[in-house]
C-alpha cells in the first residue's frame, strides 16, 4: 500500500518553526513528508532541508514527494539520535529548526505486515527499522515475566500489568506468540470483562509498551534533546509533536530545563553553578489540535505540540 500518514498539527507546526527563507531546517521523523513539504514550500533558494527516518518506506515515500524541491532537500535514513554525526557528514554543523513528530504513521498501523496493530492479525513485528533483528516476537516470548511486568507497567501504564504478564508466561509455555491476534486474545483474558466493555481496546497499551520497548523510543527521544537544542542556531526552534503522556514529559522536562538549568539551592542569593539558560518555552501550555482536526482526523486526538527556541 501506498505510504499515507495525515501530518497532525500541521500548519501549528511549521508556523512554530518560523521558517526562514535561506534557512536550513531538519524533519527528524520525517515519515511521509508532510510537514517536510510545508517546510519546503517556505524555503527559497538558499534553504536547505534534511529529512531522517530509519523506516526505509518512509524515505522512498518522501523522496517522491519532495523530489520538485531539488537539490536543496537531502534525506537520510538513519535514527534521530544520529542527527548530530549525519548532519557533520554532510557539512553542517548547526540548524534553525528542528521538527520531531514522535507517532507511528497511518501507513505503519494499517500495513498488517509491519504487526504494529492489535486491530489485524498479523506476525508480531513493530520494528520501525527493519533492518534491525530483534521484534516483537522476541520481546513477547524471550522476556522473563518479571522483564514483561516492568516494560507494560512503565510503558504502558496499564493497572493489569502483573497479570498480563503472567498471562503473556503461561501461554508460550504451551507453544510460542507468533502473532498479533494471538496476544491479543492473551491480553483479553487478563483483563475483566466489565474493564474491556469500557475502556477502550484492551490491547492498546500492551501493544504501546512493547513498541517502545523494542524501538527504545523514550530512551532516544531522552537521550537526544539536549544535543539538538544545542544545534539550533541564535533564534532557532524545536518542535516535538508527542502522542502520550510517557513521551510528553520527557519533552515538558528537557524544554524547562534548558530554560532553567540552574541547580543551586533555592536560598542562594545569587546563581554559582555557571549554568546558563539555553533559550525559552515558547509553549507555556501544549499547543493541541482543533475539534475540526479531531472530527476529521481520531488519531490526532492524543497529539500535543511544544516549542523551544534557542537564544
Known amino acids: 500500500m501506498a505510504f499515507d500518514h495525515v501530518s497532525v498539527l500541521l500548519r501549528e507546526t511549521v508556523d512554530g518553526l518560523n521558517v526562514r527563507p535561506d534557512g536550513t531546517y531538519v524533519d527528524a521523523t520525517l515519515g511521509g513528508g508532510g510537514h517536510a513539504y510545508e517546510v519546503c514550500s517556505r524555503l527559497g533558494g538558499k534553504g536547505r532541508f534534511i529529512g531522517i527516518d530509519q523506516d526505509a518506506d518512509a524515505i522512498e515515500a518522501a523522496g517522491r514527494r519532495l523530489e520538485g524541491f531539488g537539490e536543496k ?49 498479523a506476525p508480531l513485528d513493530m520494528r520501525m527499522d527493519r533492518r534491525q533483528k530483534m521484534t516483537a516476537r522476541d520481546i513477547v516470548n524471550g522476556y522473563s515475566e ?54 477502550g481496546h484492551p490491547s492498546k497499551r500492551t501493544f504501546q509498551a512493547i513498541r517502545i520497548e523494542l524501538n527504545h523510543e523514550l530512551d532516544v527521544l531522552r537521550d537526544s534533546l539536549d544535543e539538538m537544542i544545542d544545534m539550533l542556531n541564535p533564534g ?76
Open 73 to 121: 532537500v537531502t534525506i537520510i535514513r538513519s535514527n534521530y539520535r544520529d542527527m548530530k554525526p549525519e548532519l557533520h557528514r554532510i557539512g553542517i554543523d548547526s540548524v534553525d529548526g528542528i521538527v520531531l513528530d514522535l507517532g507511528v504513521s497511518s501507513y505503519q498501523l494499517d500495513t498488517a505486515e509491519r504487526g504494529f496493530s492489535y486491530r489485524v492479525d
Open 146 to 199: 518479571s522483564e514483561l511486568y516492568r516494560v507494560i507497567r512503565d510503558y504502558g501504564e496499564d493497572r493489569f500489568a502483573k497479570n498480563i504478564a503472567k498471562h503473556i508466561a503461561a501461554e508460550r509455555e504451551k507453544h510460542p506468540i507468533e502473532t498479533t491476534g494471538q496476544l491479543n486474545e492473551v491480553i483479553s483474558r487478563a483483563i475483566p470483562m466489565k474493564i474491556r466493555k469500557t475502556s
Open 236 to 311: 532557532g526552534r524545536i518542535c516535538i509533536i508527542t502522542f502520550h503522556s510517557l513521551e510528553d514529559r520527557i519533552v515538558k522536562s528537557a524544554f524547562r530545563k534548558n530554560e532553567d538549568p540552574c541547580i543551586c539551592p533555592k536560598n542562594f542569593p545569587v546563581c554559582v553553578c555557571g549554568r546558563t539558560p539555553k533559550g525559552r518555552v515558547v509553549t507555556r501550555k501544549p499547543i493541541l489540535p482543533s475539534e475540526e482536526e479531531m472530527a476529521s482526523n481520531s488519531r490526532s486526538k492524543s497529539a500535543k505540540l511544544r516549542i523551544f527556541e534557542r537564544s
